[in-house]
Each structure stands twice: as structure tokens, then as C-alpha cells.
């Protein structure tokens, strides 16, 4: 399998630093709107889940965001068990000091080349975590770690103060060979975009003249 080019990994790795500058856990999320449009922009996530089980977060920083998924799931009468992956040591210790119980569930690891024993019911990461040329790669491996029956869900952030929207997970989603599900939005103008599918069976592989950009 392909992999980024190690200028991506860095840049990806230097997040933790940048993110550990503050102590404020939002903000250690990578997030600097404010607990309000925290709230606003990823709520809109869990609208992917239907059903109890076990949720895996790639590229979980401090594990605030799947801490909530786990509350904002059980306001819907769902209960998850939370996991999560990243490259950031220390962010990970973050992660297992805010949900203790689940300690053992989060776990340092690069997602282009970790190798999972087990499959979840519910995988999410965003688009950023793969370069343009290598996102249908990155949706295929992560689609291979969801139960059959359960839901792969990609997300992509959007910035207000740049005016930048989020992209059309749909649409990436099916120019690597699948279907969305469903879909959501979140905040003004919205600034989130949330797309999901249900695995029913293997990816179709795309021509590598037709990976999405």
C-alpha cells in the first residue's frame, strides 16, 4: 500500500506540539472557536450512529471529540465504547487521562501502517489525514477496519476565518467506489460536512487515474 511522503508525516506529527501549547482541551483538539461552536460544528457527527458499539476515532488527539460522541450518543439512547489512535504520545496520554476506563482502547500508532487485530462498529477520521493523492487509499483502509454491518464516517472541517468551507464527502466518497449513506452538517454556512457508509462487502478498487482531488 502506498504511504505519505515523510515531509505529510512530519507535518502531521508537529500537530501534537502545536496543539499541547495551550491547556485548554479544545484547543488541544485542534479547535479554537469556543465550547459553543465546538459544540455546533461536531455534534452533527453522531448523526451517523444507529445502534450501540464501538467507536474508533483516527487521529484522536486528546479524545475529547470521541468522549463526546460518547455523550452526545447516549443522548440519543446509544452506547458506545470509545478507541482511538494518534501519532502524539503525549496526546494519547491525554486521551487515556480523560477517559480512564477506556485507557487500553487508545493507542500511539502511525494509521498508514498500524495493523488492528479486531474491526469496529463505527470508524471516523477526517479527509485531511491523507494527501489528495492518496485519499481512495486512505478510505480503503479504513473501510477494511469496519464490521461488516457497521459505518465508516469521514468528516472534513471547514474555517470560518478564512472562509474556507468543508469539502463534499459525498462526492469523495464516490469517486473511490462508494455510496454515502447519509450525511450531516454542522455550523454556519455550515463549516463541518460528515458522510458515511455502511459496509456491506469489499471496496471496488478505482483506476489510479480516477483517485479524487
Same mark, same amino acid.
Given at each position: 500500500?502506498?504511504?505519505?511522503?515523510?515531509? &505529510?508525516?512530519?507535518?502531521?506529527? /508537529?500537530?501534537?506540539? @502545536?496543539?499541547?501549547?495551550?491547556?485548554? %482541551?479544545?484547543?488541544? #483538539?485542534? *479547535?479554537?472557536?469556543?465550547?459553543?461552536?465546538?459544540?455546533?460544528?461536531?455534534?452533527?457527527?453522531?448523526?451517523?450512529?444507529d445502534r450501540d458499539g464501538d467507536f474508533l476515532d483516527?487521529?484522536?488527539?486528546?479524545?475529547?471529540?470521541?468522549?463526546?460522541?460518547?455523550?452526545?450518543?447516549?443522548?440519543?439512547?446509544?452506547?458506545?465504547?470509545? &478507541?482511538?489512535?494518534?501519532?502524539? /504520545?503525549?496526546?494519547? @496520554?491525554?486521551?487515556?487521562?480523560?477517559? %480512564?476506563?477506556?485507557? #487500553?482502547? *487508545?493507542?500511539?500508532?502511525?494509521?498508514?501502517?498500524?495493523?488492528?487485530?479486531?474491526?469496529?462498529?463505527?470508524?471516523?477520521?477526517l479527509m485531511d489525514l491523507a494527501p489528495e493523492d492518496?485519499?481512495?487509499?486512505?478510505?480503503?483502509?479504513?473501510?477494511?477496519?469496519?464490521?461488516?454491518?457497521?459505518?465508516?464516517?469521514?468528516?472534513?472541517?471547514?474555517?470560518?476565518?478564512?472562509?474556507?468551507?468543508?469539502?463534499?464527502?459525498?462526492?469523495?466518497?464516490?469517486?473511490?467506489?462508494?455510496?454515502?449513506?447519509?450525511?450531516?452538517?454542522?455550523?454556519?454556512?455550515?463549516?463541518?460536512?460528515?458522510?458515511?457508509?455502511?459496509?456491506?462487502?469489499?471496496?471496488?478498487?478505482?483506476?489510479?487515474?480516477?483517485?479524487?482531488?
Amino acid at each position: 500500500m502506498s504511504r505519505p511522503d515523510e515531509q &505529510f508525516i512530519s507535518e502531521m506529527r /508537529a500537530l501534537e506540539a @502545536a496543539y499541547l501549547e495551550s491547556d485548554d %482541551p479544545i484547543v488541544q #483538539s485542534g *479547535f479554537h472557536g469556543g465550547r459553543n461552536r465546538w459544540v455546533a460544528e461536531r455534534l452533527p457527527l453522531v448523526e451517523a450512529i444507529d445502534r450501540d458499539g464501538d467507536f474508533l476515532d483516527v487521529g484522536c488527539a486528546n479524545g475529547l471529540l470521541v468522549s463526546d460522541v460518547v455523550l452526545w450518543a447516549s443522548e440519543r439512547g446509544y452506547k458506545i465504547v470509545p &478507541f482511538g489512535i494518534d501519532l502524539g /504520545a503525549q496526546l494519547i @496520554a491525554h486521551a487515556r487521562r480523560r477517559l %480512564p476506563e477506556h485507557a #487500553s482502547n *487508545f493507542t500511539v500508532a502511525d494509521a498508514w501502517t498500524w495493523h488492528p487485530v479486531r474491526h469496529w462498529t463505527f470508524v471516523y477520521s477526517l479527509m485531511d489525514l491523507a494527501p489528495e493523492d492518496l485519499r481512495c487509499e486512505w478510505i480503503r483502509r479504513l473501510f477494511g477496519w469496519v464490521k461488516t454491518g457497521g459505518r465508516l464516517i469521514i468528516g472534513s472541517y471547514g474555517s470560518r476565518s478564512r472562509k474556507l468551507p468543508p469539502e463534499n464527502i459525498s462526492e469523495i466518497l464516490g469517486g473511490c467506489g462508494l455510496e454515502a449513506a447519509g450525511e450531516s452538517a454542522g455550523g454556519r454556512g455550515p463549516v463541518t460536512h460528515f458522510a458515511w457508509v455502511v459496509k456491506q462487502g469489499r471496496l471496488r478498487r478505482t483506476p489510479p487515474s480516477d483517485q479524487v482531488r
